[in-house]
């Protein structure tokens, strides 16, 4: 399982819902920011000229958003004088250094110690350390080391809304999770997925977790629930969500079992009456002896 988060933002991490390691800033720095980041100084909006401490804080206010590339002032918040971006405060009576990490073209200013870096190809700092991914140009993100050559691509896969909660995942400071299918989502909306019994994918329906044990209780159910007379011998055709390949398999009321990969996450393609619909829809020419013409392409034997 991976997930990851965005720290303005940060890269997919194995087995981990932070993205990035959280470390405690040191006791004689002054415990200033907002909720999202603790930091020395505050962004002065180019858009509407407001004081917000961080683009998320401007964000959650107004009607419209924050592009924080575009910031070219700050206010130190603790001589308050407003400035340049600049790492450090310009009054030679205060020289605050505003955060621990600066990033000049994000203007991002932070005092945790996260492992931040910027990545120009995602054009956002991340966390987690540099040294520990990579960026994907085929998925657009940036991605841990141990998925180099074991992840699926999907053409930018992080530049879309959440399936479920239909915001960012590209910009998101939620974590987020990577299916087998590569369909990214919130960590959070997966986790409530799998708690009201929803395991497959919302884009594509593949199934997003093992469910080995799943298909085996299905199989001991089916074993001990046999169909009644009318319906033993009834044939359907079936489509796998998981392996996407088709069965003609006998039907059950309990599930449909994909014969290639043993799956239940399969949906019906056609039963029997569908399937003489369409053999009656055939063109029916026949050759002088009265025998279907199409006969002919069968192999014969001696």
């Known amino acids: 399982m991976m997930n990851y988060s965005i720290e303005c933002t940060a890269p997919p991490r194995s087995g981990s819902t932070s993205g990035g390691i959280m470390e405690e800033t040191e006791e004689s720095a ?3 920011g907002c909720q999202h980041y603790k930091r020395k100084c505050a962004l002065v ?18 009607n419209h958003q924050l592009m924080r590339q575009e910031v070219q002032e700050v206010k130190c918040l603790l001589c ?18 505003f955060g621990t990490y600066f990033c000049e073209k994000c203007r991002l200013y932070d005092d945790d110690n996260k492992k931040q870096f910027h990545c120009d190809k ?8 540099e040294e520990n991914y990579f960026h994907c140009d085929t998925c657009g993100v940036c991605l841990a080391k141990e998925l180099k050559n074991a992840h699926k691509c999907i053409e930018q896969a992080s530049r ?16 987020a999770h990577i299916p087998p299918c590569g369909h990214l989502i919130h960590y959070a909306c997966f986790k409530e997925m799998l708690k009201t019994g929803n395991y497959a994918c919302p884009t594509c329906n593949q199934s997003m977790v093992k469910m080995d044990n799943v298909w085996e209780h299905i199989d001991d ?8 007379e009318e319906y033993k011998d009834y044939i359907v055709q079936i489509l796998c969500r998981d392996c996407h390949k088709e069965s003609s398999i006998l039907f059950h009321v309990l599930g449909l079992k ?45």
Not at 80 to 97: F, G, P, S, Y
Not at 269 to 286: C, F, H, I, L, Y
Request: glycine letters at 6%; hydrophobic letters at 20%; proline letters at 6%.
């Open 30 to 32: 002054p415990t200033v």
């Open 45 to 62: 909006s180019p858009c509407c000229k407001k004081v917000y401490t961080c683009r998320v804080c401007h964000d959650d206010e107004e």
């Open 80 to 97: 308050e004088k407003v400035q340049k971006v600049a790492e450090t405060c310009e009054n030679e009576n205060c020289l605050t250094v």
């Open 122 to 129: 995602c054009g956002l700092c991340r966390v987690g350390g």
């Open 160 to 175: 879309s809304n959440c399936a479920i909660c239909l915001e960012d995942l590209h910009t998101s400071r939620i974590a």
């Open 221 to 228: 159910e089916i074993a001990h629930t046999p169909m009644p």
């Open 258 to 302: 994909c014969q290639e990969c043993g799956s239940y996450n399969t949906c019906r393609t056609a039963g029997p009456e569908d399937a003489q619909q369409e053999d009656d829809k055939k063109p029916s020419n026949t050759d002088g002896s009265g025998d279907s013409a199409s006969a002919s392409n069968n192999p014969t034997t001696s």
